[in-house]
Each structure stands twice: as C-alpha cells, then as structure tokens.
C-alpha cells in the first residue's frame, strides 16, 4: 500500500511517543492501517548541541527548523512536536493546525538526596536546561546549585544516576508518555511552580492550505487544548518568549471559561510578577495578549533589560 502520510519527528524516546501517538489517533478516527504511515525522523540542531543551554544557542528554533524545512520541501506531510519548543513565530507557509487532548502540564521533580527540593540539603545540586525551571528553583532555594542539563529525558536520567546532580525537573506529561512515573519523587504545584507555555500538549504543524491534511487532522484535534494553548501562546508572543526568557503561563478551560496565570520571573529568582485572568474560551489570543500587557505594565520595560 502506498504511504498516505509522512509523520516527521525528532529521534528521541519521547518525541517518538508523540509521533506514534498522533499516528494511532488518527488510525482510530480514519479506520486506516498501520502501513498508511511512514514515521520520518530528523535530527534537529537542538539533538546535536548538547554542550551549552539553548538560551546561548540560538532558542527554540533549534528542535524545529530542520523538521519544518522538509515539511515546506514536501519530504513529510505534518511536523509532530511538544509544544513548549514551538516558537511563536513560524515559518512563512506553515501553521499550527491541531494539538491532541494535553496531558498533565506539571512539572516533576527526581530527587536522588531528597524526595522533594523542600528537603535538599543545603547548597545541593539541581540540574536543568530551562532557564525558568532554574528561576523558580532558585526563587525557592536560593542556597541550591543549579547545574546546566541538556539531553533527553533518557540522557538526564543517566545524568542523575552518575551523581552530576542531586536531583532534577522534567516535564511530568513525558515522563507519563516514556511510563517512567516511578521516577517521580515529588510533583510540583501549578500555584508555585507554573509550567512553561505549551507543557504538556502535543502539537501538529502542517503547510497552510493542505485541505486533504487538515481534513485528516480535525478529527483528533482537540478544541480546549487549542484554545488554552492560544493563550498560552499568545502571552508567550507578547512577551517576545524565547528560550532566553524566564516565562510561565497555564490556561485552562471550563465551561466555555477560559482561566489562565502567567508568570515573569528574573534568572536569578529574585523578582517576579504574576497575572491571572480570565474571559470567554473563544477569546483565547486576546486574553493571553491582555495578560502580557498586564504583567508587562507591572513589571516595567527595566525588567526586561539584559533578557534579549
């Protein structure tokens, strides 16, 4: 049988996941086989760079442009991605055009000297990559060492057991997805340890006008997860988000309600201000927009010096 869609995705265990999930839904919603698909992985310069933070590297981009190139040259037909290394900005011709239902967009922590950063001894190493989980760690225990940790979720694991730390943060919806919850020693709360944009949620980019794709695709999007990730998305955007820029923001959606929080925070954990809103779900772009000029306000255009 001849391939009807190419899936591209990075060569990870988890983005694998994600690709054979979004593969099986759609099976599912189209009564098609197996053989129907092609999984085409691509290697990403943010796979390759392993030796600094993303943030000195070039940003989020870095997991997406290689994928992206061969979906506008036609080598696959959509791009699955986690949604929190999407920048906001995409290249000319592509979107955005379905995320499957988000898995809990908590973050986990794996303590190898403690169950829980609460109860690190003092002056322990936390490892992490992400300049935000590194602000809400040090906001929490300004006397932790944070140490740079690059690599999968396999790669970090490894990194842990080898003592280069003494515990470490990762998104728990990809630890779910790998079955590695018996990982987990502690789960932090949303109300303190906000999430990034997008965690949890798995995104579909797609070239615009594929009428025969998106097709395919509205059958397993999932509206509230689109439209909490509008939000999200859109504060991210107002903010000038990138991987340089200590940003949280979480929205949920009840009702026809759109709830959401945002967070900006300074690198070193010291300063940091907050917004919660809400509005109608339909709204979901001008709500995240709004936030962002809200937070903005209050933090003033100083904050921001030296983030760029």
Same mark, same amino acid.
């Given at each position: 049988?001849?391939?009807?869609?190419?899936?591209?995705?990075?060569?990870?265990?988890?983005?694998?996941?994600?690709?054979?999930?979004?593969?099986?839904?759609?099976?599912?919603?189209?009564?098609?086989?197996?053989?129907?698909?092609?999984?085409?992985?691509?290697?990403?310069?943010?796979?390759?760079?392993?030796?600094?933070?993303?943030?000195?590297?070039?940003?989020?981009?870095?997991f997406?442009?290689?994928?992206?190139?061969?979906?506008?040259?036609?080598?696959?037909?959509?791009?699955?991605?986690?949604?929190?290394?999407m920048?906001?900005?995409?290249?000319?011709?592509?979107?955005?055009?379905?995320?499957?239902?988000?898995?809990?967009?908590?973050?986990?922590?794996i303590?190898?000297?403690?169950?829980?950063?609460?109860?690190?001894?003092?002056?322990?190493?936390?490892?992490?990559?992400?300049?935000?989980?590194?602000?809400?760690?040090?906001?929490?225990?300004?006397?932790?060492?944070?140490?740079?940790?690059?690599?999968n979720?396999?790669? #970090?694991?490894?990194?842990?057991?080898?003592?280069?730390?003494? !515990?470490?943060? $990762?998104? %728990? /919806? =990809? *630890?779910?997805?790998?079955?590695?919850?018996?990982?987990?020693?502690?789960?932090?709360?949303?109300?303190t340890?906000?999430?990034?944009?997008?965690?949890?949620?798995?995104?579909?980019?797609?070239?615009?006008?594929?009428?025969?794709?998106?097709?395919?695709?509205?059958?397993?999007?999932?509206?509230?997860?689109?439209?909490?990730?509008?939000?999200?998305?859109?504060?991210l955007?107002?903010?000038?988000?990138?991987? #340089?820029?200590?940003?949280?923001?979480?929205?949920?959606?009840? !009702?026809?309600? $759109?709830? %959401? /929080? =945002? *967070?900006?925070?300074?690198?070193?954990?010291?300063?940091?201000?907050?917004?919660?809103?809400?509005?109608?779900?339909?709204?979901?772009?001008?709500?995240?927009?709004?936030?962002?000029?809200?937070?903005?306000?209050?933090?003033?255009?100083?904050?921001?010096?030296?983030?760029?």
């Amino acid at each position: 049988m001849q391939t009807t869609l190419k899936i591209g995705t990075r060569g990870s265990p988890l983005a694998l996941a994600q690709a054979h999930e979004t593969q099986a839904r759609l099976m599912a919603a189209h009564d098609m086989p197996v053989e129907a698909f092609e999984i085409v992985v691509i290697s990403t310069s943010g796979d390759r760079i392993q030796d600094r933070p993303l943030s000195e590297a070039g940003g989020k981009g870095l997991f997406t442009k290689e994928i992206e190139e061969a979906l506008l040259e036609r080598r696959i037909d959509i791009a699955v991605h986690s949604s929190k290394d999407m920048p906001t900005i995409l290249p000319d011709g592509l979107e955005l055009s379905a995320f499957l239902p988000r898995e809990d967009a908590r973050d986990a922590f794996i303590g190898k000297a403690a169950k829980a950063i609460a109860e690190l001894p003092q002056g322990a190493k936390v490892g992490s990559s992400s300049l935000r989980r590194q602000a809400l760690i040090r906001r929490m225990r300004p006397d932790l060492h944070v140490v740079m940790f690059r690599g999968n979720v396999q790669t #970090r694991l490894r990194k842990l057991d080898e003592g280069v730390a003494d !515990g470490t943060i $990762l998104a %728990f /919806a =990809g *630890l779910k997805r790998l079955g590695l919850e018996d990982v987990i020693t502690d789960l932090m709360p949303l109300e303190t340890f906000p999430p990034a944009p997008g965690q949890g949620a798995i995104g579909i980019e797609t070239r615009i006008g594929d009428r025969k794709v998106e097709k395919m695709l509205a059958a397993i999007h999932d509206v509230p997860t689109g439209q909490a990730l509008a939000c999200e998305r859109a504060f991210l955007e107002a903010l000038d988000g990138s991987c #340089r820029t200590p940003i949280a923001g979480h929205a949920t959606i009840s !009702g026809g309600t $759109l709830s %959401f /929080a =945002g *967070l900006i925070i300074s690198p070193d954990g010291t300063d940091w201000h907050e917004v919660e809103t809400q509005g109608p779900a339909g709204d979901a772009a001008l709500i995240g927009a709004d936030a962002a000029r809200t937070v903005r306000a209050k933090a003033g255009e100083k904050f921001f010096d030296g983030w760029a």
